[in-house]
């Protein structure tokens, strides 16, 4: 069975910095990865998804992640952080169900 | 909006007691997901509906079942409710059956059971 692990509980970062959170995964076949941002009292929107091809891939809000099969890795990445994107980030492996990580939640300082 | 419509946004009731959660999926979507988040539990897959039939379970209590409707629509139900019951449950749909290509997820119910 799949299973993802996000190692990070909380992350802050400061407003403008560069921001990484970390994704592994395991699954036997090809994964399909997944990044969903939940703000608080809301529902889970999703950020970008990976199926095959290019292992960069691009999302909405200027995020982007890299698929990494060797280390089993789908990180995602910010180059420069807002306020606005406090929330909860949810990493996603789906084989036959969508399987979620147990979320990092980033904090914005000014 | 997601297109995914959840009622009610928030639910209090008395353990014990009987509730029906309700979900429209987005317009064309034949598959809907159910999806419980708990602090110590995260979010975890009760079941997977497609066009009316039962496709997939997951964690899901005995107490707890669930149905899709000819329009589609899905409802959760939850019976003989505990404490342990309280948490936000999330409605999702997909195009596909297998859902790989991503879910589309609702606003949630919070459910509180005193």
């Known amino acids: 069975a799949q299973s993802v692990t996000q190692p990070d509980i909380h992350i802050t970062v400061s407003e403008g910095a560069s921001l990484e959170l970390r994704c592994n995964y395991s699954y036997g076949a090809t994964p399909y990865l997944f990044w969903y941002v939940q703000s608080p009292g809301q529902g889970l929107q999703l950020l970008l998804k990976?199926?095959?091809?290019?292992?960069l891939v691009q999302g909405i809000k200027g995020f982007e992640a890299e698929f990494k099969r060797s280390q089993s890795s789908f990180n995602l990445r910010k180059p420069s952080v807002h306020w606005s994107d406090a929330a909860e980030y949810f990493c996603?492996?789906?084989?036959?169900?969508?399987?979620f990580g147990a979320g990092t939640i980033l904090r914005v300082k000014s | 909006d997601s297109g995914v419509t959840q009622t009610p946004k928030h639910l209090i009731t008395a353990t014990g007691q009987r509730v029906t959660l309700r979900c429209s999926p987005r317009?064309?979507?034949?598959?809907v997901y159910w999806y419980q988040q708990s602090l110590d539990q995260g979010l975890q897959f009760l079941i997977q509906?497609?066009?009316?039939?039962?496709?997939a379970k997951g964690n899901i209590l005995e107490r707890f079942s669930a149905q899709q409707f000819p329009d589609l629509h899905s409802e959760l139900n939850l019976s003989s409710l505990e404490l342990g019951d309280s948490a936000l449950y999330f409605c999702?749909?997909?195009?596909?059956?297998?859902?790989?290509?991503?879910?589309?997820f609702g606003s949630g119910t919070r459910l509180t059971v005193v």
């Open positions: 990976y199926f095959s091809g290019d292992t």
């Open positions: 996603a492996v789906w084989g036959g169900k969508l399987v």
């Open positions: 999702a749909s997909s195009a596909l059956i297998g859902g790989g290509y991503g879910y589309t």
């Open positions: 509906y497609y066009n009316g039939e039962e496709r």
């Open positions: 317009s064309g979507d034949l598959s």
